[in-house]
C-alpha cells in the first residue's frame, strides 16, 4: 500500500518519518514528498574502465552555488538536500519528476527501491543524465524528485547495509560489496 499525503502528514507528526534538515509541509504531494538537489555533484572522469566486482572510478567533485549546466548525454551523481528515516515496515521509492523529465532530465536511472533508512536518517545518491537536446542549468535547491513510501507485508528483519552509513551527501559508488 502506498501512502497518501494524509498518511505521511500523520507519520510526520509521530516521528515515524523524519526528514532532515527542516522541511517544508508545502512539499508533501498527493502521493509523496518533493525533494530538492543538494550543492556537490561527483562528475565522473572520462575515459574509464571498471569492474563491478571491486573496481575503482575516479570522480571530480563539484560544489556548485550558482548553478550546474548539465550538457545533452552527459551523466553525473547528486544527491538530495534532505535526509530521511522510515520504520522497519516503510520502504521508499525515488523518482523524477514528470516536470523535470519533460526537459529530458532523467534524475534517478534506476535503483529506485530504498531500503536502508530505518536506523539512521541518510540521504539518497541521484543518478543525473540529461537525454534531451538542450543544456539544462542544475541550481542547488531545485525541486527534482519524488519520494513516496510503501507499507511493507513484515518489517524488514535484515540488519542494515554498511556499505552506505551515514550517507548525508553525494558518495561514489562502493563496489567493494558488503556481503550480508
Not at 518519518?17 to 514528498?33: E, N, Q, W
Not at 539518497?124 to 538542450?134: F, W
Not at 552506505?164 to 551527501?169: I, L, V
Amino acid at each position: 500500500m502506498m501512502f497518501s499525503d494524509a498518511t505521511i502528514k500523520k507519520l510526520l507528526a509521530s516521528g515515524q518519518i523524519s526528514v532532515l534538515p527542516s522541511f517544508d509541509m508545502k512539499d508533501i504531494r498527493p502521493a509523496g514528498i518533493r525533494l530538492h538537489l543538494g550543492s556537490k555533484l561527483l562528475i565522473p572522469k572520462k575515459d574509464q574502465t571498471t569492474e563491478l566486482s571491486g573496481g575503482e572510478v575516479s570522480y571530480d567533485e563539484v560544489e556548485f552555488s550558482r548553478g550546474y549546466t548539465l550538457r545533452p548525454d552527459e551523466f553525473v551523481l547528486g544527491t538530495t538536500y534532505e535526509r530521511f528515516q522510515v520504520p522497519r515496515s516503510v520502504v521508499c521509492h525515488i523518482d523524477g519528476r514528470s516536470t523535470v523529465a519533460r526537459l529530458g532530465l532523467s534524475i534517478h536511472c534506476t535503483s529506485a527501491v530504498i531500503d536502508g533508512n530505518y536506523d539512521e536518517p541518510r540521504s539518497v545518491v541521484l543518478e543525473i543524465k540529461n537525454i534531451g537536446p538542450m543544456n539544462i542549468i542544475l541550481k542547488p535547491s531545485d525541486a527534482v524528485a519524488m519520494l513516496t513510501f510503501t507499507q511493507l507485508s513484515e518489517p524488514i528483519e535484515q540488519a542494515s547495509q554498511v556499505q552506505y552509513r551515514g550517507q548525508a551527501d553525494v558518495v561514489a559508488p562502493n563496489l567493494k560489496l558488503q556481503k550480508q
